[in-house]
């Protein structure tokens, strides 16, 4: 072997040697190591996280994760995604934890470690104001839109009556366009969102069965104790110093939404 080979060869196996180490290593070292902290933050779900007139993106997660990686000390970066992508995104490493308005399911348990919740509303199935739904068994013969993979998607489908049309969206920015057309009579999402698309849009939507309380979590890599000590620790120190509760006053207009976190 040359010299050069030689020399190529040591570089070589001392890159992927560095590269093993790194990917061996916990996510709050490899956060420390590149001094940047990635999340997975939705851009399709306000106020949670959305895309600003900037296309930059806003919301509750948007600024507990920016909380985060100033008590970390190290740089943010957004990694906008939507729903069904938020846990493959972390799982293949293209983000370090999730701050998406994550909901908890026993499926979702299996992959992900959770936080403790951070802010809370429930999920309904809205309608016009006009519509005379008030019990699943009347779902029955209208389209309901849903975001695809989502919590609200798991709870209509587990209460409505077999038979019921619910359409499944990418996102829910697109079921809730679906109502706006006319496309679909109904929308199962979360009361915060359903808050912020009253506020332009001139198809309002109207609580018609309430579904289960909703709290949202920050996800960590399966067993990674040591991230979600990070996650709990700024979810308490936002308790402590006022900022969940004045995330939930500016962007759900109920600051007994921050409640769950106490």
Do not use: W
Request: glycine share 8%.
């Amino acid at each position: 072997m040359t010299k050069r080979g030689f020399l190529a060869l040591t570089i070589g196996t001392a890159a992927l040697a560095l590269s093993a180490n790194f990917a061996a290593a916990g996510t709050l070292e490899n956060i420390k190591a590149r001094n940047k902290l990635i999340v997975a933050v939705l851009q399709d779900y306000p106020p949670y996280g959305s895309m600003g007139p900037d296309m930059q993106p806003v919301g509750i997660d948007i600024d507990v994760a920016k909380y985060m990686a100033k008590r970390l000390g190290v740089v943010l970066e957004l990694v906008p995604t939507s729903g069904a992508n938020r846990i493959p995104f972390m799982q293949t490493g293209k983000a370090d934890i999730i701050i998406a308005c994550l909901g908890k399911t026993a499926e979702r348990e299996k992959v992900v470690t959770y936080s403790n919740p951070y802010i809370g509303e429930y999920n309904s199935v809205f309608g016009e104001e006009g519509n005379t739904v008030t019990k699943p068994e009347d779902l029955l013969g209208y389209k309901i839109a849903a975001s695809r993979g989502g919590t609200e998607d798991l709870e209509v489908t587990n209460i409505a009556p077999s038979g019921t049309n619910i359409q499944r969206f990418e996102d829910t920015a697109s079921a809730l366009s679906a109502y706006t057309s006319g496309q679909v009579d109904m929308v199962a999402t979360g009361t915060a969102t359903a808050n912020a698309f009253n506020k332009s849009s001139p198809r309002k939507l109207f609580v018609k069965i309430k579904m289960a309380a909703e709290p949202a979590y920050i996800g960590v890599p399966k067993g990674d104790e040591e991230m979600k000590d990070v996650a709990n620790e700024t979810i308490a120190a936002m308790v402590k110093d006022g900022t969940l509760a004045e995330l939930a006053k500016t962007h759900i207009g109920d600051v007994s939404a921050a409640d769950v976190a106490k």
